[in-house]
């Protein structure tokens, strides 16, 4: 318990190195201080880290030998050779196998305490440059989201390139034995293994895409309604003879993408058995290493395809670096008990629309204390909006501070309504209080409005609020 909690503070204080306090506010780095975090978890912690990736290509390197005992033993089996050799093979065999369990089990173990290791100082450095608020930690349900959303999907990122790079080492290993066996035939039989497994992806997924394609769900209702306004136009344009090459040359890709599926699948299969005996024919003697690099290959080769949808996990690497040199607040500070404390409070802040290099708008000071209506008049493009933008942080702090205590509520120029009646619209999924929304509708104008109506506030609206005024749908939007 000492150690971890010594590895803990260890930690914390490397991650308040990278991550210094500079006041108030949102942290932003200078140019100096602009180090990756990740970048610097990797160098206090990179002999774990090295030897975590040596045991991961290391044991992706394992599954040749692996498959070569096996081999081997079948090999045996079928010469029948003599049954205490045989016992000798299936013996070293088995012990081989729970070494190598052994040690992919300690590896996991490792990998678990680096990942760990690593996630504790990016929760930390995430809290110190106010990505994370501290006091938002505490709960459960934002420590799972800040996890889901920020942190884990980019150390899984940092732990796929182990993948990645126990992919190639294995798949060259296999190659560099069946070289050895061989020689330059062994193109030859990567190229077969390649080319079909490639194959069988690509009209898996093309058959995959037909099937998906021809089982959306349209009634004939609907393919009536569809038809029928189209007919004219296609008698009228001549378009027949056109709609009939199109639909041959659908029919004739669903049965080449079938054909190719079925094709595929005995292929793969026989390219195998043509690689194993070619490489019996061509040398008695190499006939037992080919059959083991072989079979090593058709375990990595199918691979080769996943690769190529793992380069993209070094994106992720780059993108928590953007997240953590942001300069907007991702959240807001705990609300404060006292009544004096200002809801809102601005001081020399210049904010910047997204994509532009000058600053929108600048801000000396501005304060909002709680209780207090606060109105903003000017003519028009006066930048009443972009100030209202500002302080909900829709636009990209450049300098200065802003900060506010508690929630907020934006009600833009233009409502949003949605289909249902005016309490389903007001309320908008919460508990109703009697009280509450009857003052609610006072305040908002609207009780005379639901007096006269047959339904009152049960009354449909419609569309977007299509069956009331334009007053009416601002007010609306302004209660909920």
């Not at 993948?163 to 190229?191: D, E, P, R």
């Not at 189209?230 to 003879?241: G, I, N, T, V």
């Not at 199918?302 to 040199?325: H, M, P």
């Not at 500070?333 to 997204?354: I, N, Y």
Request: charge should be positive; proline fraction near 2%; include cysteine.
């Amino acid at each position: 318990m000492a150690g971890d909690n010594a590895d803990f503070s260890s930690i914390a204080a490397f991650a308040a190195a990278f991550s210094p306090d500079n006041g108030s506010g949102p942290i932003r780095f200078n140019r100096k201080e602009r180090a990756f975090v990740l970048r610097g978890v990797l160098a206090k912690h990179w002999i774990e880290f090295s030897l975590t990736a040596v045991g991961e290509i290391l044991l992706g390197c394992s599954n040749v030998w692996k498959v070569t005992v096996i081999s081997h033993m079948f090999f045996l089996a079928g010469q029948r050779v003599a049954s205490r050799d045989l016992l000798v093979s299936i013996f070293a065999t088995f012990v081989k196998l729970v070494v190598l369990r052994a040690l992919g089990l300690q590896h996991q173990l490792a990998k678990t305490r680096l990942r760990g290791k690593i996630e504790g100082a990016l929760y930390l450095s995430l809290c110190q440059s106010f990505v994370l608020a501290p006091d938002s930690l505490h709960t459960s349900s934002s420590l799972s989201d800040a996890k889901s959303n920020l942190v884990s999907p980019y150390v899984t990122s940092l732990f796929e390139v182990f993948t990645v790079a126990a992919s190639l080492a294995s798949i060259l290993g296999s190659f560099t034995l069946l070289s050895a066996s061989i020689g330059w035939w062994a193109m030859g039989v990567v190229a077969n293994m390649l080319f079909f497994s490639a194959l069988s992806e690509w009209a898996s997924r093309r058959y995959k895409m037909r099937l998906a394609a021809q089982q959306r769900p349209r009634t004939l209702h609907a393919r009536i309604r569809d038809i029928l306004p189209s007919m004219c136009s296609f008698k009228m344009l001549a378009w027949e003879e056109l709609l009939f090459t199109v639909r041959a040359g659908d029919n004739f890709d669903d049965h080449t993408s079938t054909a190719l599926v079925t094709a595929a699948a005995s292929l793969k299969k026989m390219a195998k058995s043509v690689g194993i005996y070619l490489a019996a024919w061509l040398s008695a003697d190499s006939g037992l290493g080919s059959i083991h690099a072989i079979s090593s290959l058709q375990l990595t080769a199918t691979s080769c395809t996943d690769l190529i949808s793992r380069v993209g996990v070094f994106a992720g690497l780059y993108q928590l670096e953007a997240i953590l040199q942001s300069k907007l607040a991702l959240s807001l500070p705990p609300v404060s008990a006292s009544t004096s404390a200002p809801f809102l409070l601005a001081q020399d802040a210049q904010f910047r629309r997204v994509g532009q290099a000058d600053a929108t708008l600048c801000i000396d000071r501005l304060s909002a204390h709680p209780n207090q209506v606060i109105g903003v008049s000017g003519p028009v493009g006066s930048g009443k909006s972009t100030l209202l933008l500002a302080v909900a942080q829709e636009l990209e702090l450049v300098s200065g501070t802003i900060r506010a205590n508690g929630s907020m509520a934006y009600v833009g120029q233009k409502p949003w309504l949605m289909n249902g009646t005016i309490r389903d619209n007001i309320l908008f999924g919460r508990q109703y209080y009697e009280e509450l929304y009857a003052s609610t509708l006072h305040s908002c104008c609207l009780d005379d409005d639901i007096a006269h109506m047959a339904l009152g506030d049960h009354t449909f609206i419609g569309d977007n609020g299509a069956a009331l005024s334009g007053g009416q749908r601002t007010r609306v939007a302004l209660a909920r």
